[in-house]
T-cell receptor, first 112, second 114 residues
Framework: IAGITQAPTSQILAAGRRMTLRCTQD?????MYWYRQDLGLGLRLIHY???????GKGEVPDGYSVSRANTDDFPLTLASAVPSQTSVYFC???????????FGPGTRLTVL | GENVEQHPSTLSVQEGDSAVIKCTYS??????FPWYKQELGKRPQLIIDIRSNVGEKKDQRIAVTLNKTAKHFSLHITETQPEDSAVYFCAASWAQGGYNKLIFGAGTRLAVHP
């Protein structure tokens, strides 16, 4: 059992390019989340999904979109990357909303 | 909106000493308070959590206390060891619409010196 996996591990991206960060969990958790982590700011929620087929906006959703076609996958897309999106991105999941969240290994994204 | 403040931002202790990290939250409706440990380059890992129906929870050398009246909660690590060195994050749940989301503190960098 892998838990939560993310891909890629790291990426350097030119500004203006489109990028999709992948997240997959095999725990059959209903809820999934995307956070970004910046130095001194902790973890900030970008988007969330309570269950397959539904998504919602978090604290910092601008410039990002998500989809939840099935229980396992929750990709995060940057339609046109900007340097301020340079960050470490963590995907997380929980059995249901409000439950303990478990984090993936993260993706380090650099936008030049 | 909901806010979680965490103090101190850095903490340095000698091996064997105790370490205490404190967090305050603003939403009196918050009812779930987890603590995460993050080692350099790794993912945040849950180390302990507490719900609002209890005041204290302990797991070996780690304990968390909650004061709902004052809206603050604390992490206590006793008999610290070098492997406790990491960044620790507190969080508080906040209900918004149909979702309970976590608001994280900014983190405390703990250094345990041999």
């Amino acid at each position: 059992i892998a838990g939560i996996t993310q891909a890629p591990t790291s990426q350097i991206l030119a500004a203006g390019r489109r990028m999709t960060l992948r997240c997959t969990q095999d725990m059959r958790h209903n809820a999934m989340y995307w956070y970004r982590q910046d130095l001194g700011l902790g973890l900030r929620l970008i988007h969330y999904s309570n269950t397959a087929g539904t998504t919602g906006k978090g604290e910092v959703p601008d410039g990002y979109s998500v989809s939840r076609a099935n229980t396992d996958d929750f990709p995060l897309t940057l339609a046109s990357a900007v340097p301020s999106q340079t960050s470490v991105y963590f995907c997380a999941s929980s059995e249901d909303r409000g439950d303990t969240q478990y984090f993936g290994p993260g993706t380090r994204l650099t936008v030049l | 909106g909901e806010n979680v403040e965490q103090h101190p931002s850095t903490l340095s202790v000698q091996e064997g000493d105790s370490a205490v990290i404190k967090c305050t939250y603003s939403d009196s409706a918050s009812n779930y308070f987890p603590w995460y440990k993050q080692e350099l380059g790794k993912r945040p890992q849950l180390i302990i959590d507490i719900r609002s129906n209890v005041g204290e929870k302990k797991d070996q050398r780690i304990a968390v206390t909650l004061n709902k009246t004052a809206k603050h909660f604390s992490l206590h690590i006793t008999e610290t060891q070098p492997e406790d060195s990491a960044v620790y994050f507190c969080a508080a749940s906040w209900a918004q619409g149909g979702y309970n989301k976590l608001i994280f503190g900014a983190g405390t960098r703990l250094a345990v010196h041999p």
